[in-house]
């Protein structure tokens, strides 16, 4: 891989280069595609690429050539998961269950990346309806992870976060209900933000619509800030968002973690597994910002069982989903899928009450720990990447046993949330951390990862 090969540049990079009439936007997408068709064969990461994006990009470098680009994002490759409405490509969500048919409409993460000038490559492949971690489905297949494709990249945005790892273009858009965003990011070695819920525009909302939100996948801290600057606009069609004016988020990125206190997180309410990779990267990730002047401390937030909890949101959601189709159709989903479905079937009303009372909990507890402490520090995911042909087990359990126990107490209480990439474990497989702060404080996960980007720059996967 050359340093010069502009399929391997930040976004930032390619905006300076498109600035300086360096590169063009044409030549970028060329460099991007020419990538995408040598590698992509092995990874399976898109469930279809666009025919426009050639156009797209020629538009750009027409706006370039006459001193006049549009918005943050003008001539960037980006892709866009398949589970978010692009007009003109159908939203199969990883099912054959679903409507083959274009959508008419843009989804607002979709519109706001064409108005500021993005060039979509295409759609990156889910796992059926974001249902899990391990990343394949029944429509698209299996979806390699670049830095060993005998392991999976996670899910459910597992297309994302390999076209992000094996430089299939910069910026890749996700989404996130419990880790969706964070786990394939963790397994894949790159950034991946769970924005505050609210903070990005959504519709039409999927079977997670009270904990999803979508959010940026990058190879850098400060290009996920930039996307993250698009997709936070808000939009009417979404009854959640906050009504705020556009930023940019990189302001104040640069501004470091001296005196902020930051919490370490070893129990999320419960025994959550971590191996020893995962220990190691989030003392290393300690030591770190300790060392850049900020004050560390392991702290118990006295945290409900949200395992209990999320595992009864998770599950009654999916049931509701998997009850939607025919009977008839059914045994065209992911079998694991029918199997929470029946887990979870005739679960009364209290029951769910119950769980959100518990969910608020978790909420008024992590808040109260944020009067103390500004950001939280912890694993990502309890060991490194799983072959793509592990068995699932009961998936009831692999939530919160193999999949998710360090990322969905962070979607229950709603709060911001990063994965950040800490050098590669004994396997060659990437470590990682997490970071969280209070909700609506994206700007500190971003300054504290862009921190520990800085003290350890981040790798890419040699591809062959």
């Not at 960037?76 to 159908?90: Q, R, W």
């Not at 790892?165 to 769970?194: E, N, Q």
């Not at 209480?413 to 590669?424: D, E, F």
Request: hydrophobic share 45%; charged share 20%.
């Amino acid at each position: 891989m050359s340093a010069t090969d502009p399929a391997l540049m930040s976004a930032e990079e390619l905006l300076g280069h498109y600035a300086r009439h360096a590169l063009s936007p044409v030549e970028v997408l060329k460099a991007v595609t020419e990538r995408i068709a040598r590698y992509n064969p092995e990874i399976n990461a898109f469930a279809v690429m666009s025919p426009h994006s050639l156009k797209q990009a020629g538009e750009s470098e027409a706006r370039w050539r006459a001193g006049r680009p549009r918005g943050l994002l003008d001539g960037v490759p980006v892709t866009v998961k398949d589970v978010i409405d692009l007009a003109g490509f159908p939203t199969r969500r990883g099912s054959r269950l679903t409507d083959p048919a274009p959508v008419a409409d843009d989804a607002p993460v979709a519109l706001s990346l064409k108005e500021h000038g993005a060039v979509i490559v295409g759609k990156t492949t889910t796992t059926e309806f974001g249902w899990k971690s391990p990343g394949d489905c029944p429509l698209h297949g299996i979806t390699r992870n670049p830095w060993n494709k005998l392991h999976t990249p996670g899910g459910s945005s597992s297309g994302a976060a390999a076209a992000a790892a094996a430089a299939f273009g910069p910026l890749h858009v996700g989404t996130d209900g419990g880790g969706s965003v964070r786990i394939p990011a963790a397994w894949c070695g790159v950034v991946g933000l769970k924005p505050s819920f609210g903070r990005v525009p959504q519709w039409p909302l999927g079977a997670f619509a009270n904990l999803a939100v979508a959010g940026p996948l990058a190879r850098t801290v400060r290009d996920a800030a930039l996307m993250l600057s698009v997709m936070a606009r808000h939009d009417l069609r979404d009854p959640f968002c906050l009504p705020e004016e556009p930023r940019d988020w990189r302001n104040g990125i640069e501004e470091g973690v001296a005196e902020l206190r930051i919490a370490v997180l070893r129990r999320p309410g419960f025994e959550a597994p971590v191996d020893w990779e995962g220990i190691a990267a989030v003392e290393q990730a300690a030591q770190l910002l300790s060392e850049a002047g900020a004050e560390v401390e392991e702290v118990d937030p006295g945290l409900p069982d949200t395992r209990a909890v999320f595992c009864r949101v998770w599950g009654v959601a999916l049931t509701r989903l998997v009850q939607s189709f025919p009977e008839t159709r059914r045994h065209m989903l992911d079998a694991g899928l029918l199997a929470v479905a029946a887990a979870n079937d005739g679960v009364p009303a209290t029951a769910l009450m119950e769980m959100e009372e518990l969910r608020i909990t978790a909420a008024h507890a992590m808040a109260r720990l944020h009067q103390r402490y500004d950001l939280v520090l912890c694993p990502t995911v309890p060991g490194m990447s799983p072959l793509v042909d592990a068995p699932l087990g009961d998936p009831m359990e692999a939530v919160w046993n193999a999949w998710a126990p360090w990322t969905f107490p962070f979607s229950l209480t709603r709060q911001p949330a990063i994965t950040v990439p800490m050098g590669l474990s004994g396997n060659g497989l990437p470590r990682s951390v997490q970071l969280a702060a209070a909700q609506y404080r994206d700007d500190l996960v971003l300054r504290a990862a862009r921190t520990l980007e800085v003290a350890q720059p981040f790798a890419m996967p040699e591809l062959g």
